[in-house]
């Protein structure tokens, strides 16, 4: 019994030494297989870094304007420009123009949302790839592609930034700047003009060249608010007083947070006048909608990003009887006469519902008259629309956020509200 134990034990151990020898192989296995794939992986990961070290010398990281620039850089860090090619909605949208006839300029869609672009043609790939990875080191929108621009071809549609490179020029709109080691600076007329936004805002490039059709800000130029002086900075970089560079002496500066369709600057974009008439069985409802801004709206890809005029009648106990809706945008067609909400695909313009510049609209509901009740609540609601579009792109966008269905571009944006209580008469 004592020499089978032994046997045994001494079978045991060879047991436990040849496991411990095939863990060890198998270990040091798994770290060539790393090592090769790791060989494979690196090679083209060194050339992206290559190429991204040319584009940000170029256009230095809006990191480094950061140590010097905070207040303005934390402005601009919660603006929704230093998120252009950061969001999930960029995400699935330029996916979807990859895999669409048009998606062969794969530059197109970061001519606005990484402007650079334009100077580094070759490398639209790496731009590419950077937004796909949902957490692009290169900047999209930021300080240096703003501001080494020195002027600003308007004769091109849509209008085409020049930048100055290699100089280590930056341009802005002062003259009392602080002398400084990082960059030489330059007063220029162009950062108090609209012209400077118009490269990226002022029309959205599409497959079918729709031109004017297409144009996200309408006969902007031609507004009361233009012919009064003011330009595109006037409400989307308003004057405050505060450091440009850190330490130095309080002046008036411009804001950075670009406040829009985000902050409270929306609230002053309309207004509603509502009119109520009940006449028995049935009532109607006038909503006057005057915009009170100089271009359209909505101005950003207007069949998927929308303004909708909502109305929502409530009945006794405050439960909902009616509801309807307006909604103010573009619906395109394609080359297969389909719909479609990308202007890529577009070939022609079906419908065209953008409030125009400081347009006044008048839409009219009817409907039965709330019962069984004294009164009832007419409430209005002017709002940037969820994003629209078909299901498996909407479904991209939630899948790719991680906010997922909470993510804000599935949310409302109140832009003006108007509630009032109206008596039933008997």
């Known amino acids: 019994m004592r020499d089978w134990l032994d046997d045994k034990e001494t079978g045991m151990k060879q047991v436990v030494k040849a496991g411990k020898r095939w863990t060890l192989f198998a270990g040091l296995l798994s770290m060539a297989v790393i090592g090769l794939g790791l060989l494979f992986v690196d090679a083209p990961s060194a050339q992206d870094a290559k190429s991204q070290a040319v584009i940000e010398k170029a256009f230095p990281n809006s990191g480094k304007c950061k140590r010097c620039h905070e207040r303005v850089f934390e402005e601009w860090d919660t603006s929704p420009l230093s998120k252009s090619i950061h969001s999930a909605a960029f995400r699935a949208s330029l996916d979807a123009y990859l895999n669409s006839s048009a998606g062969k300029d794969k530059a197109l869609c970061f001519r606005c949302h990484a402007p650079h672009v334009r100077e580094f043609p070759d490398q639209a790939q790496l731009f590419v790839d950077q937004a796909k990875s949902g957490e692009p080191s290169l900047d999209g ?5 703003c501001h080494l621009i020195k002027q600003v071809d308007r004769a091109k549609h849509p209008p085409e930034p020049k930048y100055e490179l290699g100089s280590k020029t930056l341009y802005g709109p002062y003259k009392d700047f602080v002398q400084n080691l990082a960059h030489q600076s330059m007063e220029l007329g162009l950062f108090q003009k609209s012209d400077l936004c118009l490269n990226c ?9 729709l031109g004017k059709s297409n144009d996200l800000l309408g006969n902007w130029d031609q507004s009361k608010a233009v012919k009064s002086g003011k330009e595109c900075q006037s409400c989307h970089m308003p004057e405050q007083v505060g450091e440009s560079a850190n330490g130095e002496k309080k002046r008036k500066t411009a804001n950075h947070t670009f406040p829009g369709r985000i902050g409270k600057l929306r609230q002053e974009a309309a207004k509603l006048d509502v009119q109520t008439k009940v006449e028995g069985e049935k009532t109607t409802v006038t909503v006057t909608v005057q915009s009170l801004v100089p271009h359209n709206l909505p101005t950003t890809h207007p069949a998927w990003a929308g303004v909708a005029l909502d109305l929502d009648i409530k009945g ?4 909902t009887v009616y509801t309807d809706k307006r909604v103010y945008g573009r619906v395109y067609q394609d080359a297969k006469g ?5 202007d890529f695909e577009a070939v022609k313009v079906l419908e065209d519902t953008v409030l125009k510049p400081e347009e006044t609209r008048v839409e009219t509901f009817t409907f039965p008259t709330p019962k069984d009740t004294r009164t009832f609540d007419v409430e209005v609601t002017l709002n940037y629309a969820p994003i629209t579009g078909p299901a498996p792109f909407l479904q991209r966008v939630e899948a790719e956020s991680s906010k997922g269905s909470q993510d804000p571009v599935f949310q409302p944006i109140e832009i003006v509200k108007r509630t009032d209580n109206i008596p039933v008469n008997k």
């Open 338 to 342: 389909q719909k479609t909400n990308f």
């Open 141 to 145: 929108v930021a300080c240096a592609q």
């Open 316 to 319: 006794k106990n405050l439960k």
């Open 201 to 209: 805002h002022q029309s959205v490039p599409s497959a079918a060249n």
